[in-house]
């Protein structure tokens, strides 16, 4: 049996899996203060009278990354930079504490100049003087050599509580994108490992003994003490939850959109024969952006609750959220009332929306039947033209070879998968606008509860090997090793493969079934004057996201 | 801290990573390899303001504005050249539409020295990939007048042909002195056709020119001239061969002065052209350039062994540098019927003969031209060109803004074009271009 937790800002989505299908579920608040609680009460809400020990795997979502960005309540992290030529590295300064040091590398990881360790020890000082118990270590370009960041990373050892570096995190290039994450991962490990303890103990308590997995922006998992190395890949697991949730209602080797309406949002995902697309390069977070992978969502400012008014005979909807629906007893009238008034919600109070969607439908010159009508396919138009953007936006995305911009894929959605409150009553119109079979999410309210617990582990590798320089690489996961002449292609994908699934199994992966796949691979010949000087090959491997299984669900 | 551009910068980068002219050529795979490396490392496209943009395929239509394709547009080209000039048109179209403010079309390969006719490849290029973007400009967003600032170091002598007897398109080409340096033109005596003559203009330094001379040239030259010009649109063939680190060529221009020329000329769009230094130079001209046109600092964007001092001119050097600007001033200021006079002078139709040599290809092609005297418009003319591949064609064309004279007059070389294996008619004033065999 599995548990699956979506901990969501203002409540927990909680499903027990058996093999042929949800055992149990319930519904918590959630405390945002006290997330451990929330957990444990979702836990005992769907186990009852059953043998904890029968649990063989437990996956939840966690909102504290994400929160801990955007209430800006992160420990405070020291910042020790090297970056060399290019855009001045202070521009990138984030946290307390930010400091510059001499010490550059070139592209090929080459040393341009030596890191200055005196100033990386007087960095450290001054960090200390702070009080600040946490150091984030990061240079540019330490992706094709880490040394630098190794360096400081010895210096820094007994000098702090948590020492992140940059090179660990992700095999990308982007300097900025990896001081970020660096911070991010630093800041929140204080407050993650106190989370993943108490989860533990409590879980222990309880006679659990279950490997417990958390979700991550990606739709992957991993177990909680490999989080512990890198806590940022948390980051904006709840609406990840959403996705995988709906991958087992998803048409094989069809192009979906996955649409989960909210209150006041519609979040937008794609499916690619049940694989999500993913960011290019990362998540972003109130505003950070960073290197931990994540799905593609796309968040629009639509949903039951928006507020509708008229101006100038031209209906608005939303993005703001004045309260619930006059039906529910809120001030003015939304979608909510629109489906009331029409019968397709139940629970509230007609009168009242009928009276809302009267005034409305004055401004619009229509019957307020009509006008309820109207707004409901006016929101599905909107709804639909924010899809097919991010649609047109994904096929849009820039390719650097002559083969891709050819023969590159181009997404096409085939179908809808219609989430949340009014997914039942809006499905149908959305598919008619949209020109495309539509359906609502069979139990959509633990969906992502579900997605949480089928979703597989995931990790990706990046590989560098330079003939003449002479090495092979994968930062992420601390490898170099020499690389002979002769290495090549084939050599280099069967290294990030090996790479990729030990990583993959150290983060709690089950052996069985693992599959493996190369991302990207390209080789170039280094050229100096009319001789090949030799290979420059890159290789990345990752597990994609995906379900450990269907299980009973759809 | 927000980033943000202080113009709205658009980027197209197409490094076209499987596409070579041969696997050991400069013009290969991995030109681009270490600037992808650099301006993905920086976080360029992160940066508010600077947006990337997936480059359009350009047509055949698009092609045939400009050049007369011999026999036809897909046996000179390869699809990587459709995606390069794309990714200019690209820009031009965002620009016009407004969603940018500057555009780079950080592309491969180059187009500036393919001329007007194309039997083959010419110094690495088989269409001019700015030029199709001008045409574009004038046809779709009826443009007027455009300015192109070539700066590399290798005479642009491609859109100089085109645009040798059309006033409206003004043509600067700053690079090393074509007696050191391929393909051995761009002399200040080559100052444009009996139409427009004054309307190229050609500076040619002398080798080693550094920071100092190359940047006295742009403000005491170029700019001057640009602002008599008066151009609606800049357009800058940023080729990167001027750098110290450059195997092919002897300048000594570095990333700093790179990104001040960007800073200085303000082009809307700059297009690159060659550059063959893909390690030394490359990454920090480009991420420099970007930085310059989004108005950002780029004070930072330093090669790894940039030291001024070692580059820096000699003092003759950077006197013969004031002379040549002097002589080209004084030659712009005397531009127009009278100059045309002096150098050409007064007749109803001028003849010339040349013989272009397609270097990357090794095709010799022999051309007749034959142009009409106008100070209506820019002149039609008939290009009659046999190659040493068996070719023989004829190409007429008539200018954008054609006089019902030079019309009556290219449509009448058209009908009576005979004895060749094709005929092209480019007529400009009806974006239409028709062949016959
Ligand atoms: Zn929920
Ligand atoms: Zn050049
Ligand atoms: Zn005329």
Redesign the interface.
């Known amino acids: 049996m599995i548990i699956g937790l979506d901990v969501g800002g203002t409540h927990t989505d909680v499903v027990l899996l058996g093999p042929e299908g949800v055992l149990a579920r319930t519904k918590e608040v959630t405390d945002q203060e006290n997330l451990v609680d929330t957990v444990l009460r979702g836990v005992d809400g769907v186990l009852g009278d059953i043998d904890p020990g029968k649990v063989s795997r437990v996956v939840l979502s966690t909102t504290l990354t994400t929160n801990s960005v955007i209430r800006n309540t992160l420990t405070p992290v020291g910042m020790v930079v090297a ?6 590295p202070k ?4 946290g307390p504490s930010f400091h510059v040091v001499k010490g ?1 590398l ?3 990881g080459a040393e ?2 030596a890191l200055d360790k005196e100033a990386v020890k007087k960095a450290f000082a001054l960090i200390r003087e702070k009080g600040i118990r946490a150091v984030g270590l990061v240079t ?2 330490s992706v ?1 050599n880490p040394s630098h960041e190794e360096a400081m990373e010895k210096a820094a050892r007994g000098l702090f509580d948590s020492v992140f570096c940059g090179h660990r995190l992700s095999g990308v ?5 990896r001081v970020a994450s660096c911070w991010l991962n630093a800041g929140v490990h204080d407050a993650f490992s106190s989370f993943s303890q108490a989860v533990k103990e409590a879980f222990q308590a309880r006679g659990i003994i279950a490997p417990v997995h958390i979700l991550k922006a990606d739709g992957g998992t991993f177990s909680l003490d490999a989080a512990l190395e890198c806590p940022g890949e948390t980051v904006l697991s709840g609406p990840s939850a959403s996705v995988m949730g709906a991958i087992p209602h998803a048409p094989s080797a069809k192009d979906v959109l996955v649409l989960d309406i909210g209150g006041t949002t519609t979040d937008m995902a794609v499916l690619i024969d049940k694989v999500p697309v993913l960011e290019p ?1 990362g998540a972003e977070v109130g ?1 950070v ?1 960073t290197l931990f992978r994540a799905l593609k969502s796309v968040s629009i400012g639509l949903g039951g609750d928006s507020v509708l008014h008229v101006a100038g005979k031209e209906l608005h909807i939303g993005p703001d959220r004045k309260g619930p629906a006059l039906c529910l007893g809120g001030p003015l009238p939304t979608p909510t009332d629109a489906m009331a008034v029409l019968g397709l919600f139940e629970g509230g109070d007609r009168a009242a929306a009928l009276k809302g969607m009267e005034v409305l439908g004055r401004d619009l010159g229509m019957e307020a039947e009509a006008a309820s009508c109207f707004v409901l396919k006016s929101l599905c138009e909107k709804i639909r033209d924010a899809a097919f953007a991010m649609v047109a936006g994904i096929n ?8 891709e ?2 023969e590159g894929y181009v997404v096409k959605p085939e179908a809808l998968l219609v989430m949340g409150g009014p997914a039942a009553v809006l499905a149908p119109g959305l598919g008619e606008v949209c020109g495309l079979e539509s359906r609502a999410v069979p139990d959509w309210g633990v969906a992502n509860a579900i997605g949480a617990a089928l979703a597989r582990t995931t990790c990706a590798v990046t590989v560098l090997a330079d003939t003449q320089r002479g090495f092979v690489r994968a930062p992420e996961e601390a490898y170099s090793a020499e690389a002979p002449v002769a290495f090549n292609m084939a050599d280099a994908i069967a290294l990030a493969e090996k790479l990729v699934r030990e990583k993959a199994l150290r983060l709690g992966a089950d052996a069985k079934g693992l599959e493996v796949e190369v991302l990207e691979s ?1 080789e ?4 100096r004057g ?1 001789r ?1 000087a030799g290979r ?1 090959i890159r290789v990345r491997a990752q597990v994609k996201p995906g379900l450990i299984r269907n299980g009973g669900i759809a | ?3 943000k551009a202080k113009s709205k910068t658009g980027l ?8 070579a002219i041969d ?2 050529h400069p013009e ?3 030109r681009l ?2 600037t ?3 301006i ?5 496209m ?1 940066i508010e303001g600077i947006q ?4 359009d ?1 350009v047509t055949d239509q698009d092609i045939q504005r400009v050049h007369f394709c011999v026999p036809d547009e897909p046996t000179v080209t390869t ?2 050249h459709y ?1 390069s000039a794309g990714g200019a048109k690209t820009m031009a179209r965002e620009l016009m539409e407004g969603r940018i403010e500057k555009g780079f079309a950080l592309v491969r390969p180059p187009g500036h020295h393919a001329m007007r006719v194309v039997h083959g490849g010419r110094g690495f290029c088989n269409i001019n990939i700015e030029a199709i973007m001008v045409e574009y400009l004038r046809t779709h967003w009826g443009v007027k007048r455009i300015a192109i600032v070539d700066t590399d170091c290798h005479h642009g002598d491609g859109t100089q042909d085109i645009y040798w007897h059309d006033p409206d398109v003004l043509f600067i080409s700053l690079h090393q002195d074509g007696r050191t340096l391929y393909p051995g033109s761009g002399f200040m005596e080559e100052l444009g056709g009996p139409n427009a003559a004054g309307y190229t203009v050609n500076i040619p330094l002398p080798p080693h020119t550094s920071e100092e001379g190359y940047l006295y040239t742009v403000e005491n030259a170029v700019l001057p001239i640009l602002d008599d010009f008066k151009p609606d649109l800049i357009i800058n063939s940023a080729g990167q061969d001027n750098h110290y680190t450059d195997p092919i060529t002897n300048m000594n221009f570095t990333a700093q002065g790179y990104a001040r020329l960007t800073e200085l000329l303000n082009p809307h769009i700059a297009v690159l052209e060659g550059g063959y230094s893909i ?1 030394a130079a490359l ?2 001209v480009n ?1 420099g350039i970007i ?1 310059a046109m989004a108005g ?2 780029y ?6 062994d940039y030291n001024p001092a070692v580059l820096k001119e000699s003092k003759d050097t950077l006197q013969y540098i004031h002379k040549v600007c002097d002589r080209v001033m004084d030659q712009w200021n005397r531009r127009g019927p009278e100059l045309s006079q002096k150098v050409f002078g007064k007749k109803e139709f001028h003849e010339r003969s040349r013989s272009i040599m397609y270097d990357t290809d090794g095709i010799y092609e022999g051309q007749k031209e034959i142009l009409r005297s106008c100070t209506d418009c820019a002149g039609s003319f008939r290009i009659e060109s046999k190659s040493d591949r068996g070719w023989r064609i004829i190409g007429v064309h008539i200018p954008v803004n054609a006089c019902p004279a030079c019309k009556a007059q290219g449509e009448d070389w058209y009908e009576k074009a005979s004895g060749a294996d094709k005929a092209y008619l480019q007529d400009r004033s009806r974006d239409l271009y028709l062949k016959k065999s």
């Open positions: 970056a060399g030529p290019g855009m001045d521009l990138h300064t984030i550059a070139d592209h090929r341009i100049a540019k370009f094709r290039l982007n300097f900025p994108r390069l505003g952006k849009g995305r820039p390719v650097y070879t002559l083969h911009m050819l390209q170039f010949s280094m050229m009319y090949r420059n | 801290m927000m980033l197209v980068f197409f490094p076209a990573f499987d596409w696997p050991s290969r795979e991995e390899l270490y992808q490396d650099q993905f490392e920086e976080g360029l992160d990337e943009f997936k480059p395929l699809s990587s995606v390690e990454p920090y991420a930085l950002l600092d004070s930072h964007v330093l090669e790894p």
